[in-house]
């Protein structure tokens, strides 16, 4: 992997991925894309991973897309090139994704980080979705995800804008969990990570897809949803160890099965 780190155990039952083009702040070319696919497929399917956290570096999570790899390209070669493609397999990613944010996540680099799981933010993070100052507009996902996050009339000021906004803005309006000290902004999201990675990987899994459905059904699609993997998880071992541990009075020791 040339563009990104992979550390698989990070801390215990949690895998590191590092965006790592530094000198570019991390801009998403498709090459960088495809490797981070290729990373969380791996890691999805390593039983030892239970939650996985994305970060870049102090100055920057991402400044969006690869302005200079996408500048003389025409919707043809867009097009056959699908880059979307690498961007719908990392959606599909079924464990925990926690974003790590620091510095700039512009662009393809906010979208990347909403289509994670969670987001902590470092004080010095900005959002935005700058695309309308080179002539574009968000495509992977920031019309949409940003609108649902933060509601109509601050996504449209961003889109339609560019104008970045701060971490504290962001949290206020909903679209981090929260914001930390620059210097501890890795370390609380190990901790947040720490935490799911206790709970049954079965559950965890099964719980963010239900919560991921709501932003694509009805509210009763989405209640059945929830009720069948409810009930499924009564096929679990894990369900049987969390109830008998409470129980017993001790601490469940969940297996992922
Ligand atoms: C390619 C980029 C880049 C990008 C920064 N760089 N962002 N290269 N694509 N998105 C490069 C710069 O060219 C420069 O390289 C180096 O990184 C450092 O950037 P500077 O501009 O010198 O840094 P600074 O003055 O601190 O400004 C930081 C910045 C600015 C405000 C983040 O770089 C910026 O506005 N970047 C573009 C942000 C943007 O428009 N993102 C949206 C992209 S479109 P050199 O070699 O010149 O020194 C998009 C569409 C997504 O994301 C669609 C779906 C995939």
């Keep these: 992997m040339e563009f990104i780190k992979v550390t698989p155990q990070y801390q215990n039952h949690i895998a590191l991925i590092e965006l790592n083009r530094p000198k570019e702040l991390n801009a998403l070319n498709l090459q960088l894309m495809g490797e981070l ?4 497929k791996m890691l999805d399917a390593e039983d030892s991973v239970r939650v996985i956290v994305l970060t870049g570096n102090e100055k920057a999570f991402a400044a969006g897309a690869d302005i200079k790899q996408m500048a003389g390209k025409s919707a043809i070669d867009m097009y056959l ?4 493609s690498t961007w719908d397999q990392i959606k599909k990613t079924k464990k925990p994704l926690i974003a790590a944010v620091s510095g700039f996540a512009l662009g393809g680099g906010c979208e990347l980080a909403m289509t994670c799981d969670m987001i902590i933010a470092s004080e010095t993070a900005k959002f935005g979705q700058p695309e309308i100052k ?3 507009m968000p495509g992977a996902g920031g019309t949409q995800r940003l609108t ?4 109509k009339a601050k996504a449209m000021e961003m889109v339609l804008t560019g104008k970045f906004i701060s971490a504290e803005e962001a949290e206020r309006y909903g679209l981090v969990n929260r914001v930390v000290p620059v210097a501890l902004y890795l370390e609380e999201t190990m901790k947040l990570a720490k935490e799911i990675a206790e709970m049954s990987p079965i559950a965890t ?10 932003f694509e059904t009805s509210l009763e699609e989405g209640l059945q949803f929830e009720r069948k993997n409810f009930y499924l998880l009564f096929a679990s071992e894990d369900q049987k160890e969390g109830m008998n ?3 017993e ?8 099965r």
């Design 37 to 40: 696919r290729d990373a969380l």
């Design 81 to 84: 090139v699908d880059q979307f």
């Design 134 to 136: 080179i002539g574009v």
């Design 148 to 151: 649902k996050a933060i509601g």
């Design 205 to 214: 899994r099964l719980a963010k897809e239900a919560v991921n459905r709501s």
């Design 245 to 247: 541990a409470f129980i």
């Design 249 to 256: 009075k001790r601490k469940a020791d969940f297996k992922g």
